[in-house]
């Protein structure tokens, strides 16, 4: 098609615009309109003739229908032999085309056969076909004279043409790929003496034949999509079973079937075969794979690959993900990169988002604006705005943030004569824009309250008559700088500043990342207290797929815990027994039901997980951890879920058969129902439920306890020589040379009496006839002393290591007897590597674990009790007392190495003296610095003790915080370095007069400044200097 526009009034064509079609005649119409525009057209061919433009294509030769233009009816105007139009070549109005008349192999029992003439010398065929399926026969054609015959079939979507013969090896030839698109394709196949060849689309493989003298005759059937059933008779095989699909124009030895004589009976024979249509269906079309899921068809089905779509399920509607960080902590996870469904199953994908573990999980968004950002030169006609995009989408933030309990975002803004609000008229000169992008002038700490600030609400603003700092407008830095927490209006967007034009003005802001915690649809919960009650929502839309999952714990018997009822639809979710739990349904097709068996019963007062979901291919449910159970949808049945009531939870509309219990976390499709809110309206329901440590209290580990909430949970570690928001990380420590952890159970006798600490269990009077010690090491020197707990009464217990490398345990609990020593020397444990020593004593019975696979138990002769405890000594023992050579040996010798989860009952000295809740009698020595005892792969044991020698932070725990709670010593000198010592006093004597030149010369600059300086001021320059020097860890630098 061609389209040139003339502009009357030129002599030159002045548009030219080309569309080219091919044909042996043309169709014109010429057209003027109101703008004087002349516009020809051309359909089939070259314009008019009087229009001298050469094409390098041929005319079209076919037919066109239905041609219109802007309305216009052009065959139509042709026809009535219009004047505007003009007809060149041989145009007819009429179209001919050939009868082809398909046929439908409907099951894979479907076969056409026709009879040809038998021994022709060669064998022949063509046909075109469509199918969806990837595998099928296509044409068998028995050999005349040799046994065998000619197969072409479908296999994995291509063509294999294949010549059997008894005794020979076959002969094959593989064409195309990807025929199982759905499209037509035309094949035709041939085979000779020494020839075969197949032609796919127009496109011809051969392959040459080794048969000697031998020739090939035809046999006397051809079959077409399949077999005959083996009564008949027939020679016909196949190894991928029947065609299911379409064929037509079907030839035998270069004649044209004629299937309307197959369809009268009088030629061939068929089975399940629909002749004069084609009944393939597009079933992709409309694609029922939802989140990008690839739909793939059979001729019955369709398949979703749910493949890198982070989906999963027979339609890729259920997410692989969890909706909350609230929900990975609840599954044992640590903090961590996680991916974050927010909606579930619903169309917004996942984000990958930092979870900051703990005791409630914080989700941590980041954006590409946290370094500080300094501003000058603004005025309000050329603004500063500084944008925030997030690592995940504005739709995910909100489904992120609405699911949280609390979410906040530090907003610091630092000023230096640049104001928020104009005095004079008070419109604002800076401010932020949030996810609603409405503009907010309320500044971090503060309410949504506009033009007001965190020290307008305190009364603590540097002038009173401000409502924030910066609008006092001081030539010294200042900064309003606190939590957005207003979760309608995060995050952050936008920030806009305007004020930095004038003379020495300039403003500086940083946005901090979303912070959000918690997850309120997690423990959103209702206790159902009579089986007539429930509680009514809206009803449940799921016409094509629909999930539903929550949580339920129970003593009952059995309860409906969700029913939804339309006029012959309904979905329906119960405790069917103690130990089944079934989902029944019907979308038009008759009830179905399926159910999960337990082993063990449902009604354990536990909370068990149910999630069901339906589509259109399936549907399924899963209880806990057991296996899913699912039921396959009726082939071509009815899809749509109608329902038209209300949706009942807990219950049903007939009142009976309710459910006693609690249910918690109901999400439908993803979207969280409000249990609590709509069971504070409604008698015999009420909001919340207790008892979450039934279930979840095994999460709590290494002695933790589980405490309740009145939304969850949290463990206790208090008690347990672990941290974390599960009692899962152990505190460890790196001993230097000569250092020591002293925790003391009581300063004297006399004091216990009057003990309430932890250690009172452990004085006074009482005598101690059991303990239960747990420790971790790695060391390379022996001989070393791991713990020594000693009493009043010289009773003690030593670990050490000896100088061969053996571990040894030495009781006395009688000062009159010598100790009882239990010695594992089966390998040297000063070796570097990290060994767990456990100790079980009950009276005069010790039972020792080494390494979780090495374990004795022996009899105590020096006693059963321990009386008055003193205390308990990590490292070396710096007291002179009444023990053993070898213990006194290790202990001169002390510990160098790492030590972890050190607890003696419910006594953590490493914890008390390196995580302190409250004052505990411990006493530090020397260098003892928090650390890992984890030991890196491939290291050898000297660079291993290299990692924790932290010279440089001796009497700290890390490098940011000191000891508390810790009373340091110095130890005694050893007289071979007061030379080394003398030598370096020398040194910093010198370094110490040039120090003070230089200094005398700062402060004579210093003093033409100015001599006070705010600390805001120093906040921001430090912030200058250091924003971009440290990448901290996320965890460590938000919390």
Same mark, same amino acid.
């Given at each position: 098609?061609?389209?040139?526009?003339?502009?009357?009034?030129?002599?030159?064509?002045?548009?030219?615009?080309?569309?080219?079609?091919?044909?042996?005649?043309?169709?014109?119409?010429?057209?003027?309109?109101?703008?004087?525009?002349?516009?020809?057209?051309?359909?089939?061919?070259?314009?008019?003739?009087?229009?001298?433009?050469?094409?390098?294509?041929?005319?079209?030769?076919?037919?066109?229908?239905?041609?219109?233009?802007?309305?216009?009816?052009?065959?139509?105007?042709?026809?009535?032999?219009?004047?505007?139009?003009?007809?060149?070549?041989?145009?007819?109005?009429?179209?001919?085309?050939?009868?082809?008349?398909?046929?439908?192999?409907?099951?894979?029992?479907?076969?056409?056969?026709?009879?040809?003439?038998?021994?022709?010398?060669?064998?022949?065929?063509?046909?075109?076909?469509?199918?969806?399926?990837?595998?099928?026969?296509?044409?068998?054609?028995?050999?005349?004279?040799?046994?065998?015959?000619?197969?072409?079939?479908?296999?994995?979507?291509?063509?294999?043409?294949?010549?059997?013969?008894?005794?020979?090896?076959? %002969?094959?030839? $593989?064409?195309? /790929? &990807?025929?199982?698109? @759905?499209?037509?394709?035309? =094949? *035709?196949? !041939?085979?000779?003496?020494?020839?075969?060849?197949?032609?796919?689309?127009?496109?011809?493989?051969?392959?040459?034949?080794?048969?000697?003298?031998?020739?090939?005759?035809?046999?006397?059937?051809?079959?077409?999509?399949?077999?005959?059933?083996?009564?008949?008779? %027939?020679?016909? $095989?196949?190894? /991928? &079973?029947?065609?299911? @699909?379409?064929?037509?124009? =079907? *030839?035998? !030895?270069?004649?044209?079937?004629?299937?309307?004589?197959?369809?009268?009976?009088?030629?061939?024979?068929?089975?399940?075969?629909?002749?004069?249509?084609?009944?393939?269906?597009?079933?992709?079309?409309?694609?029922?794979?939802?989140?990008?899921?690839?739909?793939?068809?059979?001729?019955?089905?369709?398949?979703?690959?749910?493949?890198?779509?982070?989906?999963?399920?027979?339609?890729?509607?259920?997410?692989?993900?969890?909706?909350?960080?609230?929900?990975?902590?609840?599954?044992?996870?640590?903090?961590?990169?996680?991916?974050?469904?927010?909606?579930?199953?619903?169309?917004?994908?996942?984000?990958?988002?930092?979870?900051?573990?703990?005791?409630?999980?914080?989700?941590?968004?980041?954006?590409?604006?946290?370094?500080?950002?300094?501003?000058?030169?603004?005025?309000?006609?050329?603004?500063?705005?500084?944008?925030?995009?997030?690592?995940?989408?504005?739709?995910?933030?909100?489904?992120?943030?609405?699911?949280?309990?609390?979410?906040?975002?530090?907003?610091?803004?630092?000023?230096?004569?640049?104001?928020?609000?104009?005095?004079?008229?008070?419109?604002?000169?800076?401010?932020?824009?949030?996810?609603?992008?409405?503009?907010?002038?309320?500044?971090?700490?503060?309410?949504?309250?506009?033009?007001?600030?965190?020290?307008?609400?305190?009364?603590?603003?540097?002038?009173?008559?401000?409502?924030?700092?910066?609008?006092?407008?001081?030539?010294?830095?200042?900064?309003?700088?606190?939590?957005?927490?207003?979760?309608?209006?995060?995050?952050?967007?936008?920030?806009?500043?305007?004020?930095?034009?004038?003379?020495?003005?300039?403003?500086?802001?940083?946005?901090?990342?979303?912070?959000?915690?918690?997850?309120?649809?997690?423990?959103?919960?209702?206790?159902?207290?009579?089986?007539?009650?429930?509680?009514?929502?809206?009803?449940?839309?799921?016409?094509?797929?629909?999930?539903?999952?929550?949580?339920?714990?129970?003593?009952?018997?059995?309860?409906?815990?969700?029913?939804?009822?339309?006029?012959?639809?309904?979905?329906?979710?119960?405790?069917?027994?103690?130990?089944?739990?079934?989902?029944?349904?019907?979308?038009?097709?008759?009830?179905?039901?399926?159910?999960?068996?337990?082993?063990?019963?449902?009604?354990?007062?536990?909370?068990?997980?149910?999630?069901?979901?339906?589509?259109?291919?399936?549907?399924?449910?899963?209880?806990?951890?057991?296996?899913?159970?699912?039921?396959?949808?009726?082939?071509?049945?009815?899809?749509?879920?109608?329902?038209?009531?209300?949706?009942?939870?807990?219950?049903?509309?007939?009142?009976?058969?309710?459910?006693?219990?609690?249910?918690?976390?109901?999400?439908?499709?993803?979207?969280?129902?409000?249990?609590?809110?709509?069971?504070?309206?409604?008698?015999?329901?009420?909001?919340?439920?207790?008892?979450?440590?039934?279930?979840?209290?095994?999460?709590?580990?290494?002695?933790?306890?589980?405490?309740?909430?009145?939304?969850?949970?949290?463990?206790?570690?208090?008690?347990?020589?672990?941290?974390?928001?599960?009692?899962?990380?152990?505190?460890?420590?790196?001993?230097?040379?000569?250092?020591?952890?002293?925790?003391?159970?009581?300063?004297?006798?006399?004091?216990?009496?009057?003990?309430?600490?932890?250690?009172?269990?452990?004085?006074?009077?009482?005598?101690?006839?059991?303990?239960?010690?747990?420790?971790?090491?790695?060391?390379?020197?022996?001989?070393?002393?791991?713990?020594?707990?000693?009493?009043?009464?010289?009773?003690?217990?030593?670990?050490?290591?000896?100088?061969?490398?053996?571990?040894?345990?030495?009781?006395?609990?009688?000062?009159?007897?010598?100790?009882?020593?239990?010695?594992?020397?089966?390998?040297?444990?000063?070796?570097?590597?990290?060994?767990?020593?456990?100790?079980?004593?009950?009276?005069?019975?010790?039972?020792?674990?080494?390494?979780?696979?090495?374990?004795?138990?022996?009899?105590?002769?020096?006693?059963?009790?321990?009386?008055?405890?003193?205390?308990?000594?990590?490292?070396?023992?710096?007291?002179?007392?009444?023990?053993?050579?070898?213990?006194?040996?290790?202990?001169?010798?002390?510990?160098?190495?790492?030590?972890?989860?050190?607890?003696?009952?419910?006594?953590?000295?490493?914890?008390?003296?390196?995580?302190?809740?409250?004052?505990?009698?411990?006493?530090?020595?020397?260098?003892?610095?928090?650390?890992?005892?984890?030991?890196?792969?491939?290291?050898?044991?000297?660079?291993?003790?290299?990692?924790?020698?932290?010279?440089?932070?001796?009497?700290?725990?890390?490098?940011?915080?000191?000891?508390?709670?810790?009373?340091?010593?110095?130890?005694?000198?050893?007289?071979?370095?007061?030379?080394?010592?003398?030598?370096?006093?020398?040194?910093?004597?010198?370094?110490?007069?040039?120090?003070?030149?230089?200094?005398?010369?700062?402060?004579?600059?210093?003093?033409?400044?100015?001599?006070?300086?705010?600390?805001?001021?120093?906040?921001?320059?430090?912030?200058?200097?250091?924003?971009?020097?440290?990448?901290?860890?996320?965890?460590?630098?938000?919390?």
């Amino acid at each position: 098609m061609t389209s040139i526009g003339i502009l009357c009034s030129s002599s030159v064509w002045a548009n030219r615009s080309t569309l080219q079609w091919t044909s042996t005649g043309i169709v014109s119409m010429h057209r003027e309109n109101s703008i004087t525009w002349i516009l020809i057209m051309s359909f089939g061919g070259i314009p008019a003739p009087e229009k001298s433009v050469s094409f390098q294509y041929k005319n079209f030769h076919g037919c066109l229908e239905n041609l219109y233009y802007n309305g216009v009816d052009i065959i139509g105007l042709a026809k009535q032999q219009k004047s505007q139009i003009i007809t060149m070549g041989n145009v007819s109005f009429s179209c001919s085309q050939p009868q082809w008349m398909p046929l439908t192999f409907l099951s894979s029992r479907s076969y056409l056969a026709l009879l040809a003439s038998p021994r022709e010398e060669e064998i022949s065929a063509s046909f075109q076909f469509r199918t969806w399926n990837k595998a099928g026969l296509l044409l068998f054609s028995e050999l005349q004279l040799v046994s065998g015959g000619l197969l072409l079939l479908l296999s994995d979507g291509k063509l294999k043409l294949n010549l059997l013969r008894q005794g020979k090896l076959p %002969s094959d030839i $593989t064409a195309g /790929v &990807g025929m199982n698109d @759905g499209q037509w394709h035309s =094949i *035709s196949v !041939s085979a000779k003496r020494n020839h075969l060849s197949v032609v796919v689309d127009g496109h011809v493989t051969t392959a040459s034949l080794l048969l000697g003298p031998e020739q090939i005759y035809s046999g006397g059937t051809y079959y077409f999509g399949g077999c005959p059933d083996k009564s008949f008779g %027939s020679k016909c $095989t196949s190894p /991928v &079973g029947g065609f299911q @699909g379409c064929m037509r124009l =079907i *030839s035998i !030895s270069n004649e044209v079937v004629d299937l309307i004589s197959v369809q009268q009976g009088s030629l061939g024979n068929f089975s399940d075969l629909q002749i004069d249509s084609c009944g393939i269906s597009d079933r992709c079309l409309p694609n029922y794979c939802e989140h990008g899921g690839a739909c793939s068809q059979s001729w019955s089905t369709f398949h979703c690959n749910c493949s890198d779509t982070g989906y999963t399920g027979a339609t890729c509607h259920s997410s692989i993900y969890e909706q909350s960080c609230e929900a990975y902590k609840h599954k044992g996870n640590t903090s961590g990169f996680y991916y974050i469904d927010s909606d579930g199953s619903g169309p917004l994908g996942p984000s990958l988002l930092y979870c900051n573990m703990t005791e409630t999980a914080w989700t941590i968004i980041q954006h590409n604006g946290s370094d500080l950002t300094r501003v000058r030169n603004t005025d309000p006609e050329n603004p500063h705005t500084g944008v925030f995009e997030y690592v995940a989408g504005m739709e995910q933030l909100q489904a992120t943030i609405n699911r949280a309990e609390h979410c906040e975002q530090e907003l610091a803004y630092y000023c230096k004569k640049s104001r928020l609000v104009n005095p004079q008229d008070g419109t604002p000169l800076s401010w932020w824009v949030g996810r609603t992008n409405e503009t907010q002038t309320y500044w971090g700490g503060a309410l949504p309250d506009p033009q007001k600030c965190t020290c307008g609400l305190e009364g603590s603003c540097t002038d009173a008559q401000y409502h924030c700092n910066c609008d006092a407008d001081r030539s010294e830095w200042t900064n309003d700088t606190g939590f957005l927490s207003y979760k309608e209006h995060l995050p952050v967007t936008k920030i806009v500043i305007t004020d930095t034009g004038r003379p020495h003005s300039e403003a500086a802001y940083r946005l901090g990342p979303l912070l959000c915690r918690g997850d309120r649809s997690f423990w959103n919960s209702a206790s159902f207290n009579t089986e007539a009650s429930y509680l009514h929502f809206p009803t449940f839309h799921g016409e094509l797929s629909a999930d539903v999952s929550f949580f339920f714990k129970t003593t009952a018997l059995s309860g409906v815990f969700l029913e939804n009822l339309g006029i012959t639809d309904f979905i329906r979710i119960e405790l069917r027994s103690p130990t089944t739990v079934t989902f029944s349904f019907d979308v038009g097709n008759g009830p179905l039901e399926i159910s999960v068996q337990s082993p063990t019963h449902f009604n354990d007062n536990q909370w068990h997980h149910v999630r069901v979901e339906r589509n259109m291919k399936e549907a399924s449910i899963q209880v806990d951890q057991l296996s899913p159970k699912t039921q396959a949808a009726p082939a071509d049945g009815h899809v749509l879920l109608q329902l038209n009531s209300q949706l009942f939870v807990g219950g049903t509309a007939t009142r009976q058969r309710g459910f006693l219990g609690c249910i918690r976390s109901l999400q439908l499709n993803g979207m969280a129902l409000d249990l609590e809110e709509r069971a504070m309206v409604t008698p015999g329901v009420q909001p919340g439920c207790r008892g979450h440590c039934g279930s979840y209290g095994k999460l709590c580990r290494n002695g933790g306890k589980c405490r309740e909430k009145p939304s969850g949970f949290f463990c206790d570690c208090s008690s347990s020589a672990y941290t974390g928001p599960f009692c899962s990380h152990e505190i460890s420590a790196y001993f230097g040379s000569g250092s020591s952890v002293i925790y003391n159970f009581q300063e004297n006798y006399s004091l216990s009496k009057n003990s309430s600490s932890h250690a009172a269990s452990f004085h006074g009077d009482m005598k101690l006839s059991r303990e239960m010690i747990k420790f971790s090491f790695r060391t390379t020197r022996a001989p070393s002393l791991l713990l020594y707990m000693s009493s009043f009464y010289k009773e003690y217990l030593s670990v050490i290591i000896a100088k061969n490398g053996s571990l040894q345990i030495r009781y006395k609990l009688n000062r009159y007897q010598e100790p009882d020593v239990v010695n594992f020397d089966f390998k040297s444990m000063a070796d570097g590597q990290l060994h767990h020593v456990k100790i079980n004593r009950e009276e005069g019975v010790v039972f020792v674990e080494i390494d979780e696979n090495t374990r004795r138990q022996v009899h105590l002769a020096s006693g059963t009790e321990f009386s008055a405890i003193k205390s308990l000594v990590l490292g070396r023992i710096l007291e002179h007392s009444d023990i053993d050579q070898e213990t006194a040996l290790a202990g001169a010798q002390g510990f160098t190495g790492c030590l972890s989860a050190v607890q003696l009952s419910h006594v953590a000295p490493l914890k008390a003296a390196l995580h302190p809740s409250h004052p505990a009698p411990v006493t530090v020595t020397g260098h003892v610095t928090e650390s890992s005892c984890v030991a890196p792969a491939g290291t050898d044991a000297t660079s291993r003790e290299r990692t924790h020698s932290f010279a440089d932070h001796s009497g700290t725990k890390d490098d940011r915080e000191p000891l508390t709670h810790a009373i340091k010593s110095d130890s005694a000198v050893i007289g071979g370095l007061i030379a080394v010592v003398i030598f370096i006093l020398l040194c910093i004597a010198a370094i110490a007069v040039r120090i003070y030149q230089q200094k005398r010369l700062y402060k004579r600059n210093e003093a033409k400044r100015s001599e006070k300086v705010e600390s805001a001021q120093a906040v921001l320059k430090s912030e200058l200097n250091i924003q971009n020097a440290v990448n901290e860890n996320q965890k460590e630098y938000f919390f």
